[in-house]
């Protein structure tokens, strides 16, 4: 069992001076495993999801519409793989809610990258 | 770029999802568990002095994958529920390794290999490489850092720096003037939180380097401030154990003195952010 120095201060991220959070928030998994770590590249890779194309919409997907649009992002209205299927279902609300506070500036990040044409 | 469709059943069954790169014969501590239990459905690969962590093609890889495909669109929410699932199921695998290895190379997401084989070619042909990358982090662990910083308490830190002494101006009862002489006093305020903002940045950069800690990636996001307790400062932060109790000491220097400040710490974490960009030649 690893240590953890930071075990005693209390779970969340507002309320104290330091707090801590695990690895569970989805964002921060989100932000490592399909920007980061090691790739490899070449025809070797056997191909089951564009893990490029993914990420960036995936993040647009669960970000705000609004701040999007506030960067000049709009292309998903009329991208018909995003019109379909969408609901408005208020029980979703919340967690796109707890989502879009984490992805905001991952979004801002992508809308640059986007906007001068490049791409990791 | 559409994606490209999966392998076909049988394909598959060869296949093997890359989690990880480690040492060979990896242990974190005598009597520590071994790899062999991180996942019922994980195996280990090796490779001269480097092992694989691979298994089978995750059944949520692939249901997230028949989600995204254009001809189903089964809805937003069950790809997202699709993609979370495969994710954390990486995630999961990937954080189990950390725990029972000297040192890990997480792999991106998504990377299936076509055999064992090939997994094992990938070794060979890049043993050097990443054997170089182990050892630079070896014994180290990924946290992530986010800096919050009450807006008001951050305003009264601007107004504290140095400003030019109040001038007389002559038009200042013209309407128009008093629109802009306003709009020119928000543009001030804003730039000495920016300054405040990255000062705090610079006051974090050298409370690690002053204990030895000097692989940092940070981000400043100085044009906040519109909600009450905003993020100002993204850090992901590689640090050996042994200085873990130091690099808290550093965040609290930092936080001491800046009124409303506050940390949020995640982790441990595999070092996603700092394989230095490996991509591995394949073929």
Known sequence: MTSDPFAGYPAGTSGGSITRSDTSNLA??????????????????????????LSIRLRLLIASVDKAKEMGINWWETDPWLTKGRDGDGSSAGELSERLERLESTVERMAHALEKGSKR | MACEP??????????????????????????????????????????????????????????AASALDEEHRPGRERTLGAVEAA???????????????????????GTVLPSSEAARELLGRNEEELGSCLEALRGRREWGLKLYWDTDSA????????????????????????FFAAKRAEL????????????????????????????????????????????????????????????????????????GLSASISGPWPPYSFVGGLPLAAQ
């Open chain 1, 28 to 53: 921060d998994i989100l932000e490592r495993v399909l920007d980061k770590g090691v790739v490899v590249a070449g025809d070797i890779v056997v191909s089951l999801v564009d893990v490029e194309l």
């Open chain 2, 6 to 63: 999966g392998p076909c059943p049988s394909d598959r069954m060869h296949a093997r999802y890359l989690y990880a790169i480690v040492p060979a014969r990896t242990a974190s501590a005598p009597g520590a568990p071994g790899l062999g239990d991180v996942d019922p459905h994980v195996e280990v690969l090796t490779e001269a002095s480097l092992s694989a962590v691979v298994g089978p093609v995750p059944a949520s890889l692939v249901e």
């Open chain 2, 87 to 109: 994710v954390r199921d990486h995630e999961r695998v990937v954080e189990r390794v950390l725990e029972r290895a000297t040192s890990v190379l997480p792999i991106r997401f």
């Open chain 2, 155 to 178: 305003e009264e830190s601007a107004r504290t720096l140095t400003s030019s002494p109040g001038t007389t101006d002559p038009d200042a009862d013209r309407p128009g003037h008093r």
């Open chain 2, 188 to 259: 001030t305020r804003a730039d000495r939180r920016q300054d405040v903002y990255f000062g705090m940045a610079s006051a974090l950069e050298e409370a690690l380097q002053s204990v030895g800690i000097v692989q940092v990636q940070m981000q400043v996001h100085a044009g906040v401030g519109a909600s009450p307790n905003a993020c100002v400062l993204d850090a992901t932060v590689l640090v050996a154990q042994d200085d873990e109790e130091r690099f808290l000491g550093a965040i609290e220097s930092v936080l001491r003195g800046r009124t």
